[in-house]
């Protein structure tokens, strides 16, 4: 069953009637419809989207952490299709430590948006290629993009000095 | 070698022909004193990656086996620190992004908070907006050809275009007080109000540019060198540029009509008359061909702004979110209140999301703000051009010289603050 907000929306129709309980939730932001899929059935939503739906590129994939609130992650992919010039998000709520498989397998270019959500939110994707930090040094503690993560980081303090 | 290195100690006894040299080479050989496989870093200093990149290269002989770039060397946590901003500070980070095209950065940003406060521009701001911003993208451009050139071996580009730059700048200098790190677009229209004498400036401009395009074409187009240098390098099938995620010039060199302006107009840019230039040639010579091109294209927009500027304020009529007229705070007490709010309190953005997109000289690129209701944002994500473009790095240098890696890692124009952010 589609939540109300998106019942006409054409994207989340195709998506609904090949995948009857992926879209779990949707909300009308400032620049059109956004869907919450179902963790489990990302992979199968985005190769759907790609191949019968046009969304040939993956614009990114970003997190965003609303600590303390549980489930306390959101995993966001921005889809972007030429041929219909339209725009998609999809948005994944994830627990801490909850695995979320990778797309990699359906855009090669998710390879890094991935590596950078792990680095920064320390969300882990399951089958990605090479799941290592991107931006901080290799044995960095600690997620920087988390609400709890103190914006000075854990180790320095201007106070120190 | 240095002085007093025990270069035995340094042989690994698993695979013994494996000798690390300190300058950084790693050389396996075949038994035969031949070496055949040999691992190269590219960076993190090195002049052709414009910034801290480092490339790890496994090279046969001269041709590159496989690349992989490094990065993170300039991240700098931006967007961590936009989360304990104010909105209207976060407009100063937006400029450090993408060091070289300020003005679009802070287009992006200014676009997205409009969209979620529901404010309306005045038609005068959007079109100096759109004159600025494609300044800017001819400013970038220019860095991009001056330095390209230089990498492959002309050094007069260099000096041409950075003449011509600096004429640029000098008009941000005028508008803003500053030459690269401009905060000039902000939420709400623009920082200041046009200085006086600005037309008679851009269009003086304007022509110096026009003149100046055509003088690098010369140089360049029908050059045997750069020709030699740049066709039939670096492409990639358009299938695979597309799952890689690549934006901007890059695509469109390899024929994919592409272009935000066009595609999710904003600014006015449905008003201004311009073509969005393509080309097939998929190489390192088309992309510099449709860079070239747009470079005309801008000069045409900034002309027609310069035409048909319309009159009107500067800024929107939004006084729960713009600083006050200063002579108006010294006579009027709700002027002085509301002063007092933003600069101690700031303003509030309702809750939601939004996801804006403007094209950057380099490609897509994408602000999502996120807002909790507060007057800070609670997550802004940069989705910037450079590091959707710089991923494909690997798979176009597979199979090329190493010489050429120079000119493909220039075709692609990243920047690394706006990889790193």
Known sequence: ?161 | MREGYDHVASLDPEHELAIEDPSGLKFSGDGAGRARKMTLNMGPQHPSTHGVLRVVLELDGETIISARPEIGYLHTGIEKECEVKKYQQVVTLTDRVDYLSNLNNNLCYALAVERLMGVEIPAFAQWMRVMLCELQRISSHLVWLGTHAMDVGAMTPYFYTFREREEILKIFEMFSGQRMMTSYIRPGGLALEPPRGWHKAVSRVADRLADGIEQYADLLTANPIWVNRTKHVGGLPVNVLMELGITGPILRAAGVKTDARKDCPHSSYDKFDFEVPTRTGNDVFARYEVRMEEMRQSVRIVRQALDGMPSGPWQADAPHMLLPDREKMKTQMESLIYHFKIVTEGYRVPPGSVYQVVESPRGELGYYVVSDGTANPHRVFMRTPSFGNLQALGAMLEGTLLADAVAVMASIDFVLGDTDR
């Not at chain 1, 879209?23 to 199968?44: C, H, L, S, T, W």
């Not at chain 1, 709520?93 to 270019?109: K, N």
């Not at chain 1, 290629?129 to 901080?136: A, Q, V």
């Not at chain 1, 290799?138 to 914006?151: C, F, I, S, T």
């Open chain 1, 1 to 161: 069953m589609l939540p109300e907000v998106v019942a006409e929306d054409p994207t989340a129709i195709a998506i609904s009637q090949q995948f009857p309980d992926a879209i779990v939730d949707a909300k009308n932001e400032a620049d059109g419809a956004v869907f919450y899929i179902d963790p489990a059935q990302i992979v199968a939503v985005c190769g759907f989207l790609k191949d019968s739906a046009g969304f040939d590129q993956l614009a990114g994939i970003t997190g965003v952490d609303w600590w303390p609130r549980a489930p306390r992650f959101e995993v966001v992919y921005f889809l972007h299709s030429y041929p219909h010039n339209a725009r998609v998000r999809l948005l994944v709520r994830l627990a801490e430590g909850q695995e979320i498989d990778s797309v990699t397998s359906v855009w090669r270019g998710a390879n890094w948006y991935e590596r950078e959500v792990f680095d920064m939110f320390g969300v882990p994707f399951r089958d990605h290629p090479n799941l290592e930090r991107i931006m901080m040094p290799a044995d960095w503690e600690g997620y920087p993009l988390r609400k709890d993560y103190p914006v000075h980081g854990y180790k320095y303090s201007y106070r120190d000095e």
